[in-house]
């Protein structure tokens, strides 16, 4: 009679758990439920995260830290201890995220993740967040993402991927944010067609070719292009973006003039240096950009007057001529300008008087130029320790 009772209350027991169990997976889709679990299975907290604690399936999964429920459906997982600093995933991503067809944001966090972007991430077809940065994922961004016709947010950065941008992701309709900044990419830079698109940043990458004319969008507020081989003029594809408020073309390879109605954008910062610009530098007015670095480009004729309200401009290393305007000197004298590199051009003179002190607040750099210093003042190191440009120099160059 005994084990009877036994028998009957291990029975009993079984049978709740069957249905705990089983309550627990009926709140939640069974394709999500089954989905999670093949995530899981392919990912593993990083020494000192703990992350996955959470992630009893014998429990409720829209109570998982990270996973966020619309119904009996997954809407959004953010994978990973989001705290800064704290350590974050290893493995890598299953197909399976291409099961979750109601979810609309997904965000990894920093960590060691490898392999590949699984193709099934185009079945999304509600996604409209997608953030795997400051991992290792490696191989191309797939064609297939062009899929995502709602996306709104692309941010793949700090990773290892290569191979081009495909040119379905530059025709997503939705797009905002572009965020492909510090991988291994190759080719051109696609036409992006999305008028909402306000943030591309693509710097860090072996990118080249040239920009299309007509390939970025005049709703653009943050440009960041630098440290990939890009050639080409870009006053087509610049003179429309008059809603930039950061730009940086700097360390490519960018030829022709520099289009002098980018001085009027409501730019903070603008950085053209490292480049092969040529010609003259004529803004339509005076400038009133914070920050303007043209240096190490190949810019000639004399300095425009309209640079003379700029706090930090760099102009070094170029092939300017003439003199230097005295709006300049005023601006300096009054310390207006904060910083103003002029060494290693072809510059003839500056009106200053030699006695007078430049206030501490400035630095002023006139070295190795067509003329005798009036001025001496701390030059950064790398403009060399030659105070004047040999007058042979000079004699040749015509600007």
């Known amino acids: 009679m005994k084990c009877l009772l036994m028998r009957i209350s291990a029975a009993s027991v079984f049978l709740i758990l069957s249905q705990f169990v089983f309550a627990a997976q009926a709140m939640l889709d069974p394709v999500d439920f089954l989905a999670l679990?093949?995530?899981?299975?392919?990912?593993?907290?990083?020494?000192?995260?703990?992350?996955?604690?959470?992630?009893?399936?014998?429990?409720?999964?829209?109570?998982?830290?990270?996973?966020?429920?619309?119904?009996?459906?997954?809407?959004?997982?953010?994978?990973?201890?989001?705290?800064?600093?704290?350590?974050?995933?290893?493995?890598?991503?299953?197909?399976?995220?291409?099961?979750?067809?109601?979810?609309?944001?997904?965000?990894?966090v920093p960590g060691r993740i490898m392999g590949s972007l699984p193709h099934t991430f185009s079945q999304l077809k509600y996604l409209r967040f997608l953030a795997i940065s400051r991992n290792f994922i490696s191989g191309d961004i797939p064609a297939s993402f062009g899929q995502l016709r709602g996306l709104r947010t692309l941010d793949l950065s700090f990773n290892q991927l290569t191979g081009s941008i495909p040119s379905a992701v530059g025709n997503l309709p939705a797009l905002s944010n572009v965020i492909l900044c510090h991988n291994r990419l190759s080719g051109s830079v696609p036409p992006f067609v999305s008028q909402t698109l306000t943030r591309l940043d693509l710097k860090h990458n072996d990118l080249s070719g040239w920009l299309s004319p007509h390939g970025l969008p005049s709703s653009l507020e943050y440009l960041s292009l630098s440290w990939n081989r890009l050639t080409g003029p870009v006053d087509k594809p610049l003179s429309h973006l008059n809603r930039l408020n950061y730009i940086d073309l700097s360390l490519n390879r960018f030829t022709g003039c520099i289009p002098g109605i980018i001085f009027t954008f409501p730019i903070t910062t603008l950085q053209l240096q490292r480049n092969q610009f040529s010609g003259p530098v004529q803004p339509e007015n005076l400038v009133a950009i914070p920050a303007v670095d043209l240096s190490y480009n190949q810019l000639s004729g004399e300095i425009s007057p309209m640079f003379s309200t700029v706090q930090k401009l760099y102009l070094n290393n170029n092939r300017f001529t003439g003199q230097v305007p005295a709006s300049f000197v005023d601006r300096v004298l009054s310390a207006g300008i904060e910083l103003l590199y002029l060494q290693h051009n072809y510059l003839t003179g500056i009106e200053i008087n030699p006695t007078v002190e430049i206030p501490l607040s400035t630095s002023l750099c006139l070295q190795y130029n067509c003329m005798v210093l009036p001025v001496q003042t701390p030059c950064p190191l790398r403009a060399g320790r030659q105070k004047t440009r040999p007058t042979s120099q000079c004699i040749q160059w015509k600007g």
Not at 68 to 88: H, I
């Open 37 to 108: 679990q093949s995530i899981r299975k392919r990912l593993t907290d990083m020494p000192g995260s703990n992350y996955f604690a959470s992630w009893d399936f014998t429990s409720d999964p829209c109570n998982f830290a990270g996973v966020y429920c619309d119904g009996d459906r997954v809407v959004a997982l953010n994978l990973g201890d989001p705290r800064a600093g704290s350590p974050g995933l290893s493995g890598r991503l299953d197909p399976a995220f291409g099961k979750l067809s109601a979810l609309a944001e997904l965000t990894i």
